[in-house]
Each structure stands twice: as structure tokens, then as C-alpha cells.
């Protein structure tokens, strides 16, 4: 027809540098906003986009050539004498509906009023804006129609993203475009390339969705039937009335297949949306509901009514009747051909599909974990099981037994992995059983092998026919010649002698009438070589030959008009929304109400900001459904609404009013009023269909989510919680009831629910204790205080510390941290709740996951600083730091961290010398973790963030990091959006919060495989709640004794002083209420100020015990003016004596031994 270097009646050159420059990228952005018309799911690579813009400039080129159109009829004659039979019609369709709607608002996405300068240029003449618009439409239009091809295609392969590559592919296989473009055997087209590497293997989840795959395929099929073939059918007037029984016994109960397949495919997708991501879709149900309805008995009378003979021979006569067959022939091009071979073996799709349901079950069954799922399944099976033996009997006893016994064997994986580098593999083996192929490998045009068999070939003058082995793919016919030479002088040889071969979409496929000479044959006709009559030796080989050919030949017209009917059935009965004024969620969208971000990879709008009645009706859209936008929304809406707020708008949405029908004049005829009740009907179908159904199922979704992973909304509301289950109880429907039994299966299980012990496979099993010293009871008791079960009233802090192993500390601190951290609910981060007044109940869990950092930091502090004496001392900071390289094995950042805050903590920096004896006694490979884990902490956390990203779950993360940037969030991005109308919710922020919850939440669900040490964990319990309580700052207990050093005497004669004991005796009045620490730390502060000898350390860890910053109260003057009087060295001995002996120096100096 015209191809890219076919220029001789071109008088503008498209591929000129000067010109390729005005054109180049004119229709790129245009093109993406096509793509998203007819997939909007779909993304497409800038090198697909700018292919297909190519061949539209070369369409533009052909519509422009010599004589130059000046008329809109000129370029529409143009249209009907080059292009295909029935793209033409559709074009010229889509152009005059263009030019109707008016220069003023164009309705293409295709920048026409660009194109019309330039056109000028074209043409060199000055030409009427309607004649671009028309041109500019055909070329829409056929964009839109490649764009579609290609985005099937890569559905089908289940790609999201549409390349060049796709494109070719999809192209190659469709005749129509093919013959457009006329791309010849030795052109660009490309196939897909067979990957070795690729894992062809599937797991569960893609079973299931290729499953649903399969369905999606296998309803446009039954389309095809019906919508095509049968409708075509009855609107013969002969076909009419009395002559519909003769359709009843070739299509018999077609539709009841279709309502069953659109059934479960929809059952099908719900049960995969309202799965959770790390969870497998419990598929078992959808065919358990309808194999106790006996729903699947629909197919054993379609079996048994279209494999009789008498449905073929009735298909025969009504296509022989002569009204039928002229009409069929006036119905288009091989139309007639397509009624009389191809439909008889797609009345036997349903046939084989049924099977694909019994093959599905059996290998989902194999990978089923679930013991559950198991049970579902096999009843199914069970259910089935005299179905398959009834269906197995009639194929056995029908004309078609060995035509479906082969397709049955041939059952696949459709749009599996497996399937296509199968057949990839197999064309390639064809092509190397074929001694003398020439021209391109055969998987380089060609996508899928369909059928081979023994024709005879009729000479033209040979009074003997020679016999032929045939090849026939989606793209060639192959003649071969069985090889009797299997060996030669190079080596082995082929099976088969190539003889000829001929594109499928440069061939007219026509039938012959039987003679007495000539049976069954048909006729291959090319357009530039002779024409080829093949003979099959029998009318059933025949009709499989001319049903495989017919159907290559005519597929592309025969989608085609099936895109055809399907968009004209949406145009006479477009989807009726309620109205606005009763539903508000049914206000259309607009800059007062919402704003839409932008789309993701998957299609999906983001939106930035909305009301929120916009919000909830987003949240059960009825076109898509948003996994991310239900978990975001369920995250954060607390931010911007109540509870009950939510459930009233969810059940108001819930609560659909359907369209009424229009009034009806009493003066219409019987006929106009039958009429007008029929559109009706249908237009209340369609509504129930694809807007009340999908939004109601949403609803309950979005209330299953709501329930079963925020159900402490409703424990803390009981009233919420009955309102739902009131709503929960008037629901009906038997689709509805199931996920209303769902729902209240969450709601039982989280009422009655207990807190569940971690359980541990059989494979995996915990690492037993470790221990340095066996410790009997009489040692724990020592340890433990009075208040756990113990014996002693001051328990020391350090010796626990010595006595136990560093791993099962690690450990028993670890497994404790996971315990608050996994406790942490999103509800309690979510607009910093735990900054607020309120904070210890609406954040009682993160508080207790602070406050233990906290009080684990100072425990680590205090057991480093309360030693007697320098060995001591590098004893416990030893274990500290073993302790720390078993948490970074661990993956517990969080106890990383708060070994680094003891250490970095002013108490123990100054420690130098204890830390050079440390770090001489570590072992090389506890010095490279220490060095490693110390470091995260630095330069914002990078390096944290870097290792958190890398490892692999279990961990406890920091949270202080994750608090952090939710402030910063929170603080720096206002509720409402501000450049925009009032009232929008600013959503794009409650998603950046969301992200961050989301990350929380995804190292909540993995759990440590470790054993928790009963005592070790009532020790750990004990001594935070005991020492570290939050209600008062607890000084630690001492006796004056051998074991206190001096400075540690005259800091607690200091504090009993401050108390009230003015020799210092009373040592044991150690704790200061929290009303009292301000005083205390002034009167400390003062009292240091008359020493003007005391170290400044000295001040600050008094204030440290107090739980006060010195600095956040103004003393950060006071501690200066310590320092410049000057610092005292601890170590000396002589500590009673310092205000007289000690001189005034004027820095800080460090420890001494």
C-alpha cells in the first residue's frame, strides 16, 4: 500500500533534515495521552512512542501525496481507496464525528491546530482547517489502533510498560496493519527472542493471575460468538421469528456460559483485590459457591447440544440458504468464509475452556499451603468430578472426538512464561527439521504455530498431485517435501525439504466446490506469485485446515468489529450516575473538590489533595481499585476526620440510589414505550454492573481492611463498633453476604482474640541460652529485687551485667525491643500525637518505646560510671561493647543506638583512658563491628540508612529517626492545600507520612527466632520499671562502704546535704520527686558555685539523674562559669580537702585510673 521509501509521488520530503526537524516529537505527548485512553494501566518508553509517531508521518505522507487533497471528500476518497476493508470505515467514522463537534473544541488529543500550519507547508496551498482536522483524526485514530494492538499484546505477557520492540510484535501479527504499512518478508519486524535464562517456572499467585488472564481471553471469545456471529445472524430477516430455533440448536445456551464466565471472572478479581500483598489469594471459594449451586452444569448441556451432528449440519444449511449466504457476504470480506469454518471450531471453546478449569484446580491444589484452601479444593474436585466423567462422554461419542481430544491435550498456560518460551522453542525445532529454509528465521515473523498436516498439492499441469507437508504459523504457510536423504557429505539433514512459503497477510484464502475429480480442496492465492490449490484427503481435514487459514485471515477484521460493537453498546447505553443533589459522591470532579497529582507506574491517579466526600469516593472508585490509596487513607485519616465520620460516609456511599426511569408520555405508542424500557433496562444493568456493584464491594473491602488492621479504632469506641455491625446485618445480596461474613469473622476474631506466642516452624528452630556461669536460684534471687520475686532491696546493676553472656543479653533485650516496637500502631504517629497533651493515650505504646531507650541508655551509663575502680570499669565497658556487636548481629539498631548515647553521653566520653584499654582488648573482627556500628549514627544517619536498606528482616530500627522525619513532615506542610480552593485536604502530605508509617510496619511483621529467658526478661522488666520509672527519677540506693570510691561519697553526701541531712548521713534519702528536681538542681548548681573546685561533670550528672537538661533550663551560663573557675581532677584522693588544696586551673581535665 505505501511504505517508508515509496517517495514517487511525494512532493514533500517527511524524512528531509530540515523537515524531520519541524515534525520531529510534534505528536509524542500527544501520543502518551492516546495510550492512556485505550490503556489506561499502561505506561510506553519514549522509543515506542517515537515509532509510532514514524508511522503516522509516513500514514500523514501517503494522505498528502500527489494530487494534493484540497477537500475534506478528497482526503476521504483517498481513506477508502488505500486503506484496508474495514479500518476505512471506522477512520472515515471517527473523522466525520470530529469534524461535527466544531473548529471551536476539538475533540482529539492530537494537536490539530499545530499541524495546520505546517500542513500548509505540505501541501503548498492554503487548505481549510476541517481538512486537517479530518486528517488529524485518521491519524488519531490509527495511532489509537496500533497503541491497542501493542497494549493487548503486553497485557498478555504481562508487561506494564509498552516498548518498540511490542509494537513490531503486535504489528507482525495483525494483517490489517501489516497490509497498511506494507512491511515485506525481509522488513523491520521483530519477534520476541527466546531467553535461556528465563525462569519459566510459576508460582501460586502468578497461577492465579494467569487464571484470570485466561478468563479475560475467553470472555472475548464468547463475545466474538455471540456478538459477532450470533447477533449477525438474527438480524437476518430470514433467521427471524420462526427461523431463531434454528439459531438456538447452533449457539444453545452460549449466553448462560457468558453469564458464568463474567461471574467468576468478577468473583475471581475481588477475592485477588481484597488479598493482602504477603498473602495468597484463597481462590477456592469463587468455584466452591458455584459448584454447590451447580452452576458449572451450564456446560454439560452446551456439550451435549453442539457436538451433535445436528448442530453442524443446521450451521450448514442456514449458511447455504441463499438470503443468509448473500447477506453474509455483503457483511464484509471473508465474513461469509469466517460463519462457515471458523465459527464451528469457536462453538467448541467452551468445550475445551471447561477443562482449563478442571487443569487450574488440580495445579493450584498442588501448591496450596493452606490446609484450608486444601479442603476448599478437593471438595471442588470432588464437586466437578461427575461433570468432567459427562463431558468426557459425550466427546468420546461426538464427530469432533480426535479434533478435541488433540486441543485438549494441547491445553496451556496461555499467557504463561512456559507457554512461550515453549513455543519459541518449538518453531525453532520446526525451522530446523526444514533442510534449505530460506529467508529470516521463522520466530522473527511469526508468534505462535498453529496447525501441520499432509496436503496434496494440484499442479498446474502435473496430472498427478505431489504431496506436501505444511507448516502453518500466525505469520507463514510452509510447503515442505518429506527428506528421504537423512545424511550428506556436511552432516545430518532435515526431515523435510523446503519447497515454498507464503505470508499469511499477502494471501486470499478461497473454498472450492467438490467435484467428481477434485475433493475437498481449497485455494491459497497470493497477490504476486501463482496461485496454490491444496487438497485435504477428508471433509473433516478440510475444515480444520480452512478454519485455521480463515481465521489467521480474517482475525484482525473479526476484533476489530467486535471493538466496534462493544464501544457502540457503551454509546447507546452510557453508564447513568446518581444525582449529585441525592448522592453527593457522584459530583463530578473539579479544582474545587480535587486535584490529581499525577499517575503512577500502574496507571493509578495520585491524588494531591480533595474534600473529603472526594476522598471516600476515590477510596471505592468504582473504575479501579487502589490497594495503596485504602492503606494510606486507613493510616491517616484520623488527621482529618473521626471514626465516626468515616462510617457514616462509608455507609452513605454504600447506599446507592438507582436511576429512575424517564417519564413516559401516555400519548407514545406501544411500541416507543416497550422501546424506551428496554434502554431502560439496559442502562440499569450496566449502572448495577460497573458502578453500584464495584462500589459496594469496595465499601465492605475497605471495611475489611478497616477492621482487621486498625481494629483498636473500634475498641476503643464501642458504639462505633455496633453501628458497624448493625450496617453489617442489613446488607444483602448472596455476592454481598460473603464479605459481609468475612468482616464479621475479623470483627469475633479480634474481639476474642488472645496475645499470640510466636511459633517456629519445624525447619527453623530458636539457638538455646547462653550462659557464662550456670546461675542457681539463690544467685537470681541475689540479683532480682524484692518487687520480682528476689531477696535483695538494692539489687546491684553491674554484677547481672558481668555475670550473664553478652549473646543472651542481646538477645532478651532484643526480643523485649521487638515486643514495643511491633506494638507501635500507626494511629500513634500520625500527626505527632506523642508531642501533644494528650499523649499517654493516644500513643501509650511509642512512649513505652521511648522511655526504654531512654532508661536502657542510662542503665548503660551508670553501669559504666558506679564502678569501684579502673579494672572494673574496663570489665563493664567490655561487656557494654560486646553487648553492642551483638545487637548490630542482630540487626537491632535500636539497642546499636543506645549503646552509642551511653557512650557518647558526657559521663562516659571523658573516660579516655578506660577506652584506650578497651579498644586494646577487643579482637579484631569485634573492633572492625565496633568501629562500623559506631559510625551509623554520624552524618544524619546515613550509614544507618544505608545498612537498614541492605539487611534483611527480622530488625528493631531507630525509631528516633522515623519520629524524626514525621516531624519535619508534619511541621513543614500545612493540612490544607493553600494555593487552592478552601476545604482540600492536603492528601500528598498523609502520604509522605504513610510512606514512612508503611516502612515501620513492614519490619513489624517479621519476627526474631528466639527464646525468651523467663528470668532474664522479669529482670529486665524490673529494673526499668523499678529504677527508671516515669513517674519519678529514682537515685540508686547506696551503702557508705569499701566498695564506694571517694568522689562517688562526696557526690551523694552532696545530695543528702541538698535533702535535708546536714552531716551527710542520711544517704539512703535518695528520691527526688519530679515537683522538687528544679529545686534541686538550682540549690546543686549554687552549691557548686561556692566549691568553684567541683567538676562540671559533677553537675550534669546530677541533672542527668534528675532527668533534667541543664541546658534547656538556662544553666548553659552556669556551666561556662564552672568551667572558667576551674575543673577538679576525680582522681585524686583527697577529696574532703579540695576547697583548701586543689588551685584554680582553666580547663576540664580528663579521668585518672
Known sequence: MFSATSTDSQFYNFESEENAQKWRHLFLGPLKRVLEQVHPSLAAKDDALEYVESLILRLLAMLCARPAPHTVQDVEER????????????????????????????????????????????????????????????????????????????KNIRHIEVTQQDIRVAMCADKVLMDMFQQDEDGEMSAVVEDPNLDTSLTYDELVKDLIQEEKAYIRELNMIIKVFCDKLQQIPVLQGSGSRELEIIFSNITEIYDFSVNLLGSLEDTLEVTEENESPFIGSCFEELAEGAEFDVYGKYASDVLRQECADQLMDVVNQPPVSDALTSAGQGFKEAVKYYLPKLLLVPVCHVFTYFKYIEMILGMTESEEARESLEQVKGLLWPLQSQLERTIQNSPYAPY??????????RHGRQSRQQTLSKMKELQRSIDGWEGKVITQCCNEFVLEGDLLKLGATAKKPTERHVFLFDGLIVLCKSNNRRSSVTGQVGEYRFKEKFLMRMVEILDREDTEEIKYSFEIRPRDQPSVVLLAKSMEEKNNWMAALVMLNTRSMLERTLDSILLDEEKQHPLKLPDPS????????????????????????????????????????????????????????????TPTELLDLLIQRFDIPEPELPPISEEETQEVKNQQLSIHREILKRFRKEYSQP???????????????????????????????????????????????????????????EQREITFSLHRSPPSPKWHIKLEDKDWDVILPISAGGTSPTPDLVKPLLMLHPIEIARQLTLLEFKLYRAVKPSELVGTPWTKEDKEKRSPNLLKMIHHHTNVTHWFMRCIVDCDNFEERVAVMMRVVEIMVMFHDLNNFNGVFEVSSALASAAVHRLELTKMEVRKRLLPVQQKVFEEASELSQNHCKKYQEKLRSINPPCVPFFGMYLTNILHI????????????????????????????????????QPYCLLEEPRIKKWNHKENSLYWSKKKKVLQNFELGSQLSQRLRLRFCIISVLNGDEDGSDVNKDVIDEEETEDVVKIEVGFVLLLRRISTVLVHRVASKCSINPSAMGWRSVGRRVAAAGAYTEGDDAWEDARLRIPLTSSVTSEAP
Open 79 to 154: 481513506v477508502q481507496r488505500t486503506f484496508p476493508n474495514p479500518i476505512d470505515r471506522w477512520a472515515i467514522g471517527d473523522a466525520q464525528a470530529a469534524i461535527e463537534k466544531g473548529r471551536k473544541k476539538s475533540p482529539l488529543v492530537l494537536p490539530a491546530e499545530k499541524a495546520h500550519p505546517l500542513l500548509r507547508d505540505v501541501l503548498q496551498t492554503k487548505i481549510d482547517y476541517q481538512v486537517t482536522l479530518y486528517i488529524v483524526a485518521v491519524l488519531e485514530y490509527i495511532s489509537a489502533d496500533i497503541l491497542k494492538l501493542a497494549g493487548n499484546y503486553v
Open 970 to 1005: 508534619e511541621e513543614g506542610n500545612p493540612d490544607f492545600l493553600v494555593r487552592a480552593a478552601e476545604g482540600l485536604i492536603n492528601f500528598s502530605k498523609r502520604r509522605k507520612v504513610a510512606e514512612i508509617t508503611g516502612e515501620i510496619q513492614q519490619y513489624q511483621n
Open 695 to 753: 462500589v459496594q464491594f469496595r465499601v465492605l473491602n475497605v471495611l475489611r481492611h478497616w477492621v482487621d488492621y486498625h481494629f483498636y479504632d473500634f475498641e476503643r469506641d464501642k458504639a462505633l463498633l455496633e453501628k458497624l455491625t448493625s450496617f453489617l446485618e442489613k446488607v444483602k445480596g448472596k455476592s454481598m453476604r460473603k464479605w459481609v461474613e468475612s468482616i464479621t469473622k475479623i470483627i469475633q476474631r479480634r474481639c476474642n482474640e
Open 582 to 641: 441525592v448522592y453527593q459522591f457522584a459530583i463530578e470532579d473539579s479544582e474545587s473538590n480535587i486535584i490529581i497529582e499525577e499517575k503512577e507506574n500502574s496507571g493509578t491517579p495520585l491524588i494531591k489533595g480533595a474534600t473529603l466526600p472526594k476522598l471516600v469516593e476515590r477510596l471505592t472508585y468504582h473504575m479501579y481499585a487502589d490497594p495503596m490509596f485504602v492503606r494510606t487513607f486507613l493510616t491517616t485519616y484520623r488527621s482529618f476526620c
Open 404 to 413: 478435541l481430544k488433540r486441543k485438549l491435550g494441547e491445553i496451556t498456560l
